[in-house]
C-alpha cells in the first residue's frame, strides 16, 4: 500500500510557475524509487489525461506535448518526492492535478491511468488569462 499526498497548487495568472509535489509512504517502508510516478490531471467536464511519468530507478521521464518544454518532473529520492515543476502556465494547465504510483508499468502503458494502482487527493491548479 502506498500513500500519496500532493501539494503546491493554487491559484496563478499566464506565464506564471507553479511547484507540485507528491509526498509518497508505503506501509512497507519500499522507497517512491521502485514505482513507476505519473502525473495525471482532470479540467472540469473534462476526462483525466496524462501529463508526465518518470520510471523507476531512473528509467526515463515522458510529458503529453502540450507540456513539453514547460513542465519538468524530478524525483527527490532523499525525501522520497516527487515534483513537478511547471512553467509558462496557460489557462489550459487549469485542472487538478493527481500524483499516480504504480509497479510493473510498461512502456506502451505509461500514459494510461488503469497502469496506476496508487492515487492521491489532487491539488488544484488554476491559471487566470
Known amino acids: 500500500q502506498v500513500r500519496l499526498v500532493e501539494s503546491g497548487g493554487g491559484l496563478v495568472q499566464a506565464g506564471d510557475s507553479l511547484r507540485l509535489s507528491c509526498a509518497a509512504s508505503?506501509?512497507?517502508?519500499?522507497?517512491?524509487?521502485?514505482?513507476?510516478v505519473a502525473w495525471f490531471r482532470q479540467a472540469p467536464g473534462k476526462e483525466r489525461e496524462f501529463v508526465s511519468a518518470i520510471r523507476r530507478f531512473g528509467g526515463g521521464t515522458y510529458y503529453r506535448d502540450s507540456v513539453k518544454g514547460r513542465f519538468t518532473m524530478s524525483r527527490e529520492n532523499a525525501e522520497n518526492t516527487v515534483t513537478l515543476q511547471m512553467n509558462n502556465l496557460t489557462p489550459e494547465d487549469t485542472a487538478v492535478y493527481y500524483c499516480a504510483a504504480g509497479e510493473g508499468i510498461i512502456l506502451s502503458s505509461i500514459t494510461a491511468d488503469r497502469s496506476y494502482a496508487y492515487w492521491g487527493q489532487g491539488t488544484q491548479v488554476a491559471v487566470s488569462s
Open positions: 508505503a506501509a512497507s517502508g519500499q522507497s517512491i524509487r521502485t514505482y513507476t
